[in-house]
Each structure stands twice: as C-alpha cells, then as structure tokens.
C-alpha cells in the first residue's frame, strides 16, 4: 500500500513539474511575443497570481475567510522595498526576505485567526486590512517608510548577457512569471499532499478531522503561514514590477479584490487563481478604455470602470456559480460525457480526475492522489448538492 | 493520464495567452513620422490627472479646461496643420497609479509628450521613468523644485512657480506685515509642503513659529492638527494645502472657534473651489455653513490673470472658450490654469518647427522666451527647467483674488525677492500664440 501510495506521490510531482515547465515555456514565448506594455500587465498578473493562489489556499481549501491579504502585500511589498534600499541584496535575497518576513506576521495574524470563525475572522483580518497600510502615515515611522509617498525602488536592470537593448519590462514580466509559476507548483505540491487532506477536512468538519487526529489549530495557523508568504512574495513582486511600495497601491479595495478573483476563478481551484488574477488585471484595463472612449462626460468617465468592473463580477457568478474554472470542467465534462458515455460511469476519483481539464494545477476536494474512493467528494467534482460554496457557509 | 494533464494544462496555458494578447492591436507603429505620437494631422500628448479622490475636487477641472483650449486651437487649425489630440487618465492622486497609467501611456498610447502631469507625490514617481524612456515630460502641475534638474533629468520641465519660490515670497510678506506675531505652518507632508516650508524658513525668524504641524492626503482627518494650532495661539496660520485640506482644516478652525489670519498658498486658495468644498463638507457633517465668508480676507499669492478680473484680456479670452467648449464647470482659478498651461503648450510645439521631435520639443523650450498669461516671466534656459519665477500677493474678496502690490521674483536658492516692472502681456486677438 505504502509503494502505490509513494509511487503516485511521485507521478503527481513528476506531472507537475512538467506542468511548471511548459508554462515557463509558453510564458517566455507570450512574453517575447508582446509589447513591452502587455507585459507589464502579464507581470501584474503574475504577482496577483500568488497572492490568489495563496488566499486559494487560506479559503477555498481551508474555509477560513481573510479581508487581510492585501495587507500581507503590503507587508511584502515594503520589506522588498526596504531590503533593496537599505542593504541592495539580489533579487532573489529580496523576494525571499519578503516571502520570509510576511510569513512571520501570518504567524502572528495566524495564531488569532486559529481560534476565530466567519464574521469574526472576517472582522478581525478587516481590521488588519484598513489599519497595517495606516502605519506609514503614523509619524514615528514616516521616514523609514516615506509616509503616503511611498519608497521608490530602483527597477531590477536586466543582466547584460540578454544584450544591450534587452525591454526592461520583459525582465520585469519573467521575474514575476517565475515567482507565479514556483508559486503554484510548490502549492500545488502541498495541497495534494497529506497537508491538503487534513485542510480539507479540517474545513469541511472540524470535530470529525480533530477526532480523528488532526490537530485544527496548528494546521490553521499552518494554512495561514503558507497563504501569507505567498500574498508577501506577490507584494515583492508588485513592488519590483511598480517600482514603487506605497500605501495607495494596499487599499483595502485589494483584499477584497482578491476575495473576488478567488470566487470569480473557482473556490478553491489553483487554476481559479490564474483566472481570478487575469480578470483582475484585464477587466478594469477594458472597462476604463471602454469609458475613455465612450465621449461621456468626465465625472461619469472616471467613475464608469468601476461600475463595468462591478457588472462584469455580477454576470461571471450568475453565470459560473462554482467560478470560471468550475465553469470550465463542467463544460469539458459535459462533452467528455457525451463522449466516453461509459468511461465516465466507472467508479473511482482517477475517473473523474480524468474529467477535469484544468490541468495538474487543480486541487479537488477528494484529492487525485486520496486511495479510496469519497462519495461527498466526487459528488462535488460534478458540481451537484455539496460543492464549495455551500461547504464554506457551514 | 500524464499526458492527458499535460495537454490540459496546455489548453489552459493557450487559452490565457489569448486572453493576454487580444487586445494588442494598440501596439501598431508611429504611423511612418519621426516621431512617436506625430503623424501628418495628430499629435498626441498625455497626462495623468486626479480626476477621482481626495484631490479631484477643484483639480478635475484643470484637465478639462485644458483639453478645451486644445480643441478650440484645433478648431482653428491646429498647430502646422496637425491637430492636439489629449489623452488624459485618471491616477485618484495615487502614486501607484500613477505608475501604471504612465507607463500605458508611453508604452501603449505611444504619447509624444507627457503634458501637466498632476500632483507632487504622484508625479515625482514617474520622472526617472519618463526620463529614462526619453519622453519629453513639459509643465508637471506641481510648483515642487524637483523639477529643476536639467543635469538629472533633461526631459522635465516645471511650469507653475515653485513651492521655495512661493515660500519665500509668503514668508516675506508675513515677516513684513506681522512682525513679531506668532506664527503656524499647516503643510502637506511631502516634497510640497516641506518645499514650502524650506521657503518660509527662509524670512519667517524660527523664534516667531510656535506649531508646525503637516497632515498626509488621503487621511481626511485633522482634527489633532488643527488643535494643536489652535492651542498654540498662534496669529497667523501659513497653510501649504491642496483645496480640500485649506478647507478641512478652515472648518476645524470654526468649530474650535480659532480665529488667525490665514495665509493659503496658491494651489489651496481657489475662492470658488473652497467655497464648494466648505459647504459640501459641512453638509456632510450635518450642518448648514455659508462658504465665501469664511474664506474673505485669506492671503494668497497668484501669478495668472485673476478669474474675476473681466478688464484682462487674458480673462476674457478663456471666458469665451469656457462658454463655448466647457459651460457646465465653473469659471474659477483652475479653469484659468488649465488653459494658461494648454497655452504655454502650444507655444512650445510651435517653437519644435514643423516637424516636431521629442530632442527637438526639449531644445526649444531651452532656448525660448514666452510670454503669456503669466504676470513674471519663465525661467526656461539650458541651466534651468523651472517655470514661472515668482508671483504677487493678493486677498480674497468676494469670489476672487484681488493683488495688491507688485508682482515679485526671486529664485529657488538664498537670492534676493525683486519686484518684476513689465506690465503683463496682451492676449492675442485670436488666441493663438504667435507662431515663432
């Protein structure tokens, strides 16, 4: 039992690690393809990718509810800002110093959220949202942090051996790339592993996963740690991409941004998270060229792309109730069953894993690599009684 | 099922370059001319401005008024027979925004020109970008003397007087006026208001300032500020605010029922734009104020023609294209300044030649000597890129700002305050600069 189980660990690292490599591939080709303003923008959404990918985590994997990523951006974002400043590190010292520093204060965040539920810890990471950003307005701390101006970062010059001409923001878009796609594997790694099965089942009944043997605060604050280093590598990463760590870029708006790209994407879905950070990043892009263009009168003009933005989250979740990539595998399992009628009717989760089109990112309540077969899981994997939502509100 | 996972991630991979490279059909070429942002009928220029957040109160207009001096320019024919085409975006006076919405700009939009980039905090982020890029980066709306560095950044150009300039001449006027009474400063705390200062400190004697106290934009509350002056008692209150801030803190000084002589640097003493804004804020605080009392007799310091004056031609001039192109805004102070920059603007395009290069754009404006609607003349030359050089005093009485005195110029380092003599020149007949 034990060599089936550690051969299928294997496979699962050896398959994502093929993943990670034909992203990499496909990025660098998009990203030489590109204009230097697209990839700008494919840089931005690799940094919200791991900040979506960690709170993907925290909530759709964990249920616990954070109004605080933003803020562990924040936490990332100055630490990049400060380390560059201060001691002038290399880029990867830096990101992992922010990754490193936030992942300490989600220890801190973690161990009050441990012992809080729904509104509550929604109350309290709120609070941490709206009152950490403040910091670098309260006066003792405005040198080191630049009060409301922010620290300015010099941009991360491109090695000379990619030549003399080599686009700045290319660089830019690699680095941030790199950070998402490492972000994901190793994600994607500890969520199949047995840390993903006790968050699972931590998040789906708490006193039967405590009975048997998981131990549901530690794995919390465990959960938390993990969500936050990577919404601190996404700040890092943001800060290297803007240039630029201030206040403004941590509005709380960003949390609840980020709350919205996991939902929009699919509860709990790494794949989700690619498309909740790429309708983050395009969707306001649209919607203010839209206005722009539109001949409205400037007070309406400027406040328009947030009205098409709030529209466009409306229509996604009628739509997509279980998210875009939820919408996605039901599509694609629709057709499967059309297709191989009576393949999709053999029993076992390697069946309706086989029906998932998303790629070795995704993570279903069962777990690919779970030996048994769980009934409530499968059930969810098809979208009917029982999927994430309605697990999240218990 | 290895290969079905990887050819599905794939699919996902192909499905997001799509979605990622749709939409670049902006990316297209310059259109065959020199310049990017020129082709044979259009120059385009841009500008990040705060048209949303906590300074787009009064500062929204400057944009419009501009965009309606161009399309009246362009209406007449344009400049060499290529017509303005302004792009202005929104950053909310957020420096992040700033960032992304410039860089679109350059990058995307492929503008000729940044043109009155507003706001200190916002734009001192994107001049080492857009000098970098090479763009020309003319008129930042911001008197901060950052932008006086040719040596550092040979692309920028300031075009309102400086904040140290502006200080000193306030500082003067107070040290002069109210010699010996008890002073405090209420300032933005970013290069702006400590511009400001630097200025102040240079004629207020130290002894005579008993507060210094400095707010950050984005936090509207200033409640403890305002206390601590008040509990100072000071006599005279010196503030370096953006509108919203001169008239928060003008509302906390009523209800601590402070009454100082109130010194308000020029971009915060717009009579008509603080008049709305007290009344709006009052009513959101749940009480009935009457504005344009509260604010009579408020020092401030301008150097454009006065929105009330209806003797100057300069005023009259942009009345008409306010009532022609933009008659739902209100004609005050930023609408003035909004078209007195489009002005400048296009003297320097037209001081470029006819086929205008960004190297081209920058070289002239090193060698020029406009003259417009200013009251001092500008600092332009290959050593410096400061613009307007000093201002006049003036009151507020009424909805407008009265001078008294002579204009004044000085510079940004220990040189002495002179008053400036030449009368200010006439408006052109058809408002157009003169080409040359």
């Keep these: 039992m034990d060599t089936v189980l550690n051969l299928l660990r294997r496979s699962t690292l050896t398959r994502h690690t093929a993943g990670a490599l034909a992203a990499l591939a496909a990025l660098y080709f998009l990203t030489t393809a590109v204009g230097p303003y697209r990839d700008l923008q494919i840089a931005q959404v690799g940094y919200l990718t791991c900040a979506v990918a960690g709170l ?339 | 099922m290895k290969r079905l996972r990887t050819r599905a991630l794939a699919v996902m991979t192909a499905a997001s370059l799509a979605i990622a490279a749709s939409g670049c059909g902006g990316d297209g070429g310059d259109g065959g001319s020199a310049a990017p942002g020129v082709t044979a009928t259009t120059v385009t220029i841009g500008s990040h401005q705060p048209l949303t957040g906590p300074a787009a109160p009064g500062y929204s207009a400057n944009s419009a008024a501009s965009k309606a001096f161009f399309d009246y320019v362009n209406a007449n024919g344009g400049v060499n027979g290529r017509k303005i085409v302004y792009k202005y975006v929104d950053d909310a006076y957020n420096p992040t925004q700033t960032v992304s919405v410039t860089q679109k700009l350059v990058l995307q939009d492929k503008v000729f020109a940044i043109f009155n980039g507003l706001g200190t905090p916002t734009h001192s982020k994107v001049v080492d970008y857009l000098n970098a890029q090479r763009v020309p980066d003319l008129f930042v709306a911001s008197g901060c003397g950052c932008w006086d560095e040719p040596r550092k950044h040979p692309q920028t150009f300031g075009w309102q007087v400086d904040y140290i300039r502006e200080g000193k001449i306030l500082g003067d006027h107070i040290k002069k006026t109210f010699a010996g009474k008890k002073v405090a400063y209420f300032f933005q705390n970013d290069d702006f208001g400590q511009d400001g200062v630097k200025g102040l400190d240079k004629y207020i004697p130290k002894a005579d300032v008993v507060s210094r106290q400095s707010y950050q934009p984005g936090s509207t509350d200033i409640g403890a500020q305002a206390q601590a002056i008040a509990q100072s008692k000071a006599d005279v209150v010196v503030l370096f605010s953006i509108p919203t801030y001169t008239a928060l803190f003008r509302l906390a000084a009523l209800k601590l029922n402070y009454k100082p002589t109130f010194v308000v640097s020029n971009v915060g003493s717009d009579p008509i734009t603080l008049t709305g804004l007290l009344e709006s804020f009052a009513k959101k605080g749940g009480a009935e104020v009457k504005g344009s009392p509260l604010i009579q007799g408020m020092i401030t310091d301008g150097y454009l023609a006065a929105p009330g004056d209806a003797s100057n031609s300069w005023t009259q001039l942009f009345k008409k294209i306010h009532a022609q192109y933009i008659p739902k805004l209100p004609f005050n102070g930023n609408i003035v300044y909004g078209m007195s920059v489009a002005y400048t603007f296009v003297q320097a395009l037209q001081a470029a030649g006819k086929d205008p290069t960004r190297k081209g754009l920058v070289e002239a404006l090193e060698k020029s000597h406009f003259t417009g609607p200013g009251v001092v003349p500008f600092a332009y030359s290959k050593e410096s890129h400061a613009g307007y050089t000093g201002a006049v005093i003036g009151k507020i009485q009424g909805e407008n700002v009265v001078p008294e005195g002579q204009p004044l110029t000085t510079d940004d380092g220990d040189g002495p305050i002179q008053p400036y003599t030449a009368p200010q020149p006439q408006a052109p007949a058809n408002g157009i600069p003169a080409a040359g």
Aim: aromatic share 6%; glycine share 14%; with cysteine.
């Design chain 1, 56 to 394: 993907t985590v925290l909530t759709g994997l964990g249920g616990q509810i954070s109004l605080g990523h933003g803020a562990f951006m924040a936490v990332g974002a100055y630490t990049a800002a400060l380390v560059i400043g201060h001691w002038g590190w290399p880029l990867a010292a830096v990101l992992a110093a922010a990754a490193g520093v936030t992942a300490v204060a989600g220890v801190l965040v973690g161990a009050v959220a441990a012992r809080l539920h729904g509104p509550y810890l929604a109350g309290a990471t709120l609070a941490f949202a709206v009152g950490l950003p403040g910091l670098a307005n309260y006066a003792p701390l405005t040198d080191l942090l630049g009060g409301q101006n922010g620290l300015t970062l010099l941009p991360p010059v491109p090695p000379e051996s990619l030549g003399a001409t080599f686009p700045l923001e290319r660089w830019q878009a690699w680095i941030s790339c790199l950070g998402a796609v490492i972000t994901l594997f190793l994600l994607a790694n500890l969520t199949r592993g047995r840390f993903g099965r006790t968050l699972r089942a931590s998040r789906d009944d708490e006193i039967a996963a405590a009975l048997s043997g998981v131990r549901v605060a530690r794995l919390r604050i465990a959960a938390t740690v993990v969500s936050a280093a990577c919404a601190g590598l996404g700040g890092g990463l943001l800060a290297v991409v803007a240039t630029l760590a201030a206040p403004g870029a941590f509005p709380l708006t960003l949390s609840l941004q980020l709350i919205a790209a996991i939902i929009i994407g699919g509860l709990g879905s790494l794949a989700g998270a690619v498309w909740g950070a790429l309708i983050l990043v395009y969707v306001p892009t649209w919607a203010s060229d839209l206005s722009s263009s539109s001949g409205l009168s400037h007070n309406i003009a400027s406040n328009l792309p947030l009205a098409v933005y709030g529209l466009v989250l409306i229509v996604v979740t009628l739509a997509f109730p279980r998210g875009l990539q939820g919408g996605l595998r039901g599509i694609g399992g629709a057709v499967r069953r059309r297709a191989h009628v009576r393949r999709d009717r053999a029993p076992g989760p390697r069946g309706s894993a086989s029906t998932d089109t998303s790629g070795p990112t995704t993570t279903h309540p069962g777990g690919a690599d779970e030996a048994t077969a769980d009934q409530g899981a499968r059930r969810d994997d098809r979208g009917e009684p029982g999927d994430r939502g309605e697990r999240l509100r218990r």
